[in-house]
């Protein structure tokens, strides 16, 4: 299990069992469950991200032909300290937290309200097929999150969520906010079915 999974599981499981002990609905403790699991793994997931968005944004360029995962973590904390290798954790919490938050809530809804229990294995599964889509309503905090973090890792100044959000709108149009919303929703179902419906079925 990845360590981001195991930090979503715990943080998730934990909350969920304390928010059905207090007598909260399931729903309820989905969400709750989703977001605390979301936060717990943004803080791995945020300077993962920024090594990842530095390779990816530096490769074949002067001067970096041999970075790797150390050497970027040590240019990025010599130049801005450790705080550095956390630049677009607003973002990055913001989009984990509801990112599981949807996902675990928009699964039990279809699970419970729109009964899809019933049908076994199969509405499980639907079920998470339909948080995972459901889920994918915040992609343009990762637009903004991945934008972020690329001019850091190109030593720019990074801006505000705003003046992201409002440069992309003038550019582009608010379609420019989506980009990418296919492969990420792909990529959220599937995340959903293993991440949330699997642990349901197995009661964790």
């Not at 944004?57 to 240019?75: H, I, L, M």
């Not at 934008?147 to 409002?166: C, I």
Request: glycine share 14%; net charge positive.
């Amino acid at each position: 299990v990845r360590c981001w999974a195991l930090f979503f599981i715990l943080g998730s499981s934990f909350t969920k069992k304390k928010v059905l002990a207090m007598g909260g609905s399931k729903t309820l403790a989905a969400l709750a469950g989703g977001t605390v699991g979301g936060v717990a793994q943004a803080l791995v997931m945020t300077p993962a991200g920024m090594i990842f968005t530095s390779l990816n944004v530096n490769r074949g360029k002067k001067g970096y032909e041999n970075d790797n995962a150390w050497t970027v973590t040590r240019r990025i904390i010599k130049e801005k300290g450790i705080k550095g290798m956390y630049f677009g954790g607003g973002p990055m919490c913001l989009r984990q937290a509801s990112n599981w938050a949807s996902r675990s809530c928009f699964t039990e809804i279809a699970r419970t309200n729109l009964r899809m229990s019933q049908y076994g294995m199969l509405g499980e599964i639907g079920s998470g097929v339909i948080g995972g889509i459901g889920s994918s309503w915040n992609t343009p905090i990762e637009t903004i999150r991945v934008l972020m973090q690329r001019d850091v890792s190109m030593g720019k100044e990074a801006k505000s969520f705003g003046q992201y959000w409002n440069d992309i709108v003038k550019d582009q149009g608010y379609t420019g906010l989506f980009r990418g919303w296919t492969p990420r929703t792909i990529q959220a179902i599937w995340q959903t079915v293993f991440m949330v419906v699997v642990p349901n079925i197995l009661g964790i």
